[in-house]
């Protein structure tokens, strides 16, 4: 891809993030169906394949989610340059919003028609996670291994102190064992 075409790709994730993170509240998981569809359905910078690896890697390594998702599929889309652009998209609204609002926040939230706005937003947070859930699932392959894998993990991040790293590099060598278990059985076959 030539640097003109790179630069109007990284204009454009850019906008994209920009976009995401100007208008969705809750973190990252709240943003990954938006990302999902901006990125995949409706601008097709990567494919639907593309994104639940892309979240394993976001999520797999250290920072925010969002940031994570947003420098990987800016690489995978135009290099180092769609990187910096989209990263730099997804974080600007989040800083300058926090910015203003440090400014102002006790005199908000003695309002109690923001503290209501708030606990709606909340609420529709939790949809967001839920739907990246149910797309994340269906990408996912289906098997007692997987399920046991993700029953577990969910286990131990809720009710142990175990860091989550630990447990997705725990469910990674899992995988990774199944998968050359399963080679070697087809081998024997």
Not at 38 to 47: G, K
Not at 78 to 88: D, P, R
Request: hydrophobic content about 55%.
């Amino acid at each position: 891809m030539k640097l003109k075409e790179r630069l109007t790709v990284a204009w454009r994730l850019f906008v994209i993030f920009f976009k995401i993170g100007a208008f969705t509240f809750g973190g990252g998981y709240a943003m990954i169906p938006l990302i999902q569809h901006e990125t995949v359905e409706t601008h097709h910078m990567i494919d639907e394949s593309d994104i639940l690896d892309i979240v394993a890697i976001a999520e797999s390594t250290p920072g925010p989610i969002a940031i994570n998702s947003a420098t990987f599929i800016g690489y995978q889309a135009a290099g180092v340059i769609g990187s910096l652009a989209a990263t730099f998209g997804v974080v600007l609204p989040s800083f300058v919003i926090i910015l203003l609002i440090s400014f102002f926040l006790r005199q908000f939230m003695e309002f109690a028609v923001v503290r209501y706005a708030f606990a709606g937003i909340r609420a529709g947070v939790l949809a967001l996670i839920l739907k990246a859930f149910v797309s994340m699932y269906k990408q996912c392959p289906k098997g007692a291994i997987s399920y046991l894998i993700a029953a577990a993990a969910f286990v131990l991040s809720v009710f142990t102190n175990i860091n989550v790293i630990f447990i997705i590099i725990g469910a990674g060598v899992i995988g990774l064992i199944t998968y050359l278990l399963s080679l070697r059985k087809e081998e024997k076959a």
